[in-house]
C-alpha cells in the first residue's frame, strides 16, 4: 500500500515518522511513497525520511493508494475533495473542513465515489480513552477540560475548532446524538478568533456535558469526568491514567443499607468501610502505542480491510455542526 502525506508543518510531520516507522514492518506491506509540501523545511524531512516530495498534491495522482491530508483547515476541502473525487482513501486531519458546508461536500464526494474517508480525531485512540471504552455506559454529565499554553500554530482557527472540538466529539459519541441546547462563550487573547472558550451543551436524551478549551494557559491540561447511572470514571488524558467507581455488587443487591451505618458507628473506619463494602474501584492504565499511531494504524487497517472507520466523514460531520453552533452562540452575545 502506498500512502502519503500531504503538509508537513508540526502534525504532518509527525504522520510522516509513523508511517515511514510502520513501512519498515514487514506485515504491513506498507509504503511512504511522498510527501508533499512546498513550506521551507520539506525537502529536508523528505531527505530524512527517503522519500520523494511533491510541491503540488495534484502530482501525487496515480502514485497513491491513501493519503493523509494535514494541511490548514482552509485547504481541506480542496486538498480532501481532489483525492475522494478519484476514490483514494483519506484521513483528513480535524476539523474535516472550514464549515458545515465544506464538510457536508467532502462526505458526498465520499460517498458519490466510494472512497473511504476517516477524520482525525485522535483522542478516539487515546491509550488511556481505549482503556476506559469498555466501561463506557449511558452519561450523565460530563466534565472536559482541555487547557495549554499559545501554539504559535493552527491560529487560522479559534480554540473552539482547534483544541474543544476534540471534547466535542467525545461527548457525542458517547451521548450518542447531537445537542438539543448550547450556551457558550469565548474570548480573543492572542488571536483574532476566541482563545478561551466554554460551553454547556444538553442532550435530548438528558445528559448534559460542560467543556472548556484554553490555549492561553500556562500548563496542559486534559481531564474527563463522566457520570453514569452506574459508575463514574476520571481519566487523565495526558497522564494516561484514570480509575473507574461503581456500586459494589452488595449494594447493587441491596445487601447493605448505608442509611444504616451513621460515622459515630463506623468511627475512624467509615472511609475504609466505604471503598471496601460500597463501591468496587477499578484503576485505568493506558498502554504504551501513542494515540496518532493507533489512529494511522486503524486508517491504514480499514483501507487494507475495506471497512468503515471508528470515526468516519459524518462523525466528523456532526463535531464540527456542533462546534459551529458553539461559535455562534459566543458571537450572538
Do not use: W
Given at each position: 500500500m502506498r500512502v502519503a502525506v500531504v503538509g508537513l508543518g508540526h502534525l504532518g510531520k509527525i504522520h510522516a515518522e509513523i508511517y515511514a516507522r510502520l513501512a519498515r514492518r514487514k506485515d504491513l506491506g506498507l509504503e511512504l511513497a511522498a510527501v508533499c509540501d512546498m513550506a521551507p523545511g520539506a525537502e529536508a524531512q523528505a531527505r530524512k525520511l527517503k522519500v520523494p516530495?511533491?510541491?503540488?498534491?495534484?502530482?501525487?495522482?496515480?502514485?497513491?493508494?491513501?493519503?493523509?491530508?494535514?494541511?490548514?483547515?482552509?485547504?481541506?476541502?480542496?486538498?480532501?475533495?481532489?483525492?475522494?473525487?478519484?476514490?483514494?482513501?483519506?484521513?483528513?486531519?480535524?476539523?474535516?473542513?472550514?464549515?458545515?458546508?465544506?464538510?457536508?461536500?467532502?462526505?458526498?464526494?465520499?460517498?458519490?465515489?466510494?472512497?473511504?474517508?476517516?477524520?482525525?480525531?485522535?483522542?478516539?485512540?487515546?491509550?488511556?480513552?481505549?482503556?476506559?471504552?469498555?466501561?463506557?455506559?449511558?452519561?450523565?454529565?460530563?466534565?472536559?477540560?482541555?487547557?495549554?499554553?499559545?501554539?504559535?500554530?493552527s491560529t487560522d482557527v479559534g480554540v473552539t475548532l482547534d483544541l474543544m472540538i476534540h471534547d466535542i466529539d467525545l461527548a457525542v459519541m458517547l451521548a450518542g446524538e447531537e445537542p438539543a441546547e448550547i450556551r457558550a462563550a469565548g474570548a480573543p487573547v492572542f488571536s483574532p478568533s476566541e482563545d478561551i472558550a466554554s460551553a454547556r451543551l444538553e442532550f435530548p436524551g438528558g445528559c448534559v456535558a460542560n467543556v472548556t478549551a484554553s490555549r492561553v494557559s500556562l500548563k496542559k491540561e486534559r481531564k474527563w469526568r463522566i457520570f453514569q447511572d452506574d459508575g463514574y470514571l476520571s481519566l487523565d488524558l495526558l497522564g494516561n491514567e484514570g480509575v473507574y467507581i461503581e456500586k459494589s455488587e452488595a449494594l447493587k443487591k441491596g445487601e447493605i443499607d448505608p442509611s444504616k451505618f451513621s460515622a459515630s458507628i463506623l468511627g475512624t473506619a467509615a472511609l475504609a468501610f466505604q471503598l471496601e463494602k460500597l463501591v468496587k474501584r477499578v484503576a485505568l492504565k493506558g498502554d504504551k502505542t501513542q494515540g496518532l499511531e493507533a489512529e494511522l494504524e486503524s486508517?491504514?487497517?480499514?483501507?487494507?480491510?475495506?471497512?468503515?472507520?471508528?470515526?468516519?466523514?459524518?462523525?466528523?460531520?456532526?463535531?464540527?455542526?456542533?462546534?459551529?453552533?458553539?461559535?455562534?452562540?459566543?458571537?450572538?452575545?
Open positions: 516530495l511533491y510541491a503540488d498534491y495534484r502530482e501525487l495522482d496515480g502514485r497513491v493508494d491513501a493519503v493523509s491530508i494535514v494541511v490548514p483547515t482552509t485547504h481541506h476541502r480542496a486538498v480532501g475533495g481532489y483525492f475522494l473525487e478519484r476514490g483514494v482513501p483519506c484521513l483528513i486531519e480535524k476539523p474535516l473542513a472550514r464549515t458545515v458546508a465544506e464538510a457536508e461536500e467532502l462526505c458526498a464526494l465520499a460517498a458519490k465515489h466510494g472512497a473511504l474517508l476517516q477524520v482525525g480525531h485522535v483522542e478516539r485512540f487515546n491509550p488511556i480513552v481505549r482503556a476506559a471504552a469498555p466501561y463506557f455506559r449511558r452519561p450523565r454529565f460530563i466534565e472536559a477540560a482541555r487547557i495549554s499554553p499559545y501554539p504559535f500554530r486508517f491504514l487497517a480499514c483501507v487494507r480491510e475495506r471497512k468503515a472507520p471508528l470515526v468516519d466523514g459524518p462523525a466528523g460531520l456532526r463535531a464540527l455542526r456542533v462546534a459551529d453552533r458553539i461559535v455562534a452562540t459566543m458571537k450572538r452575545l
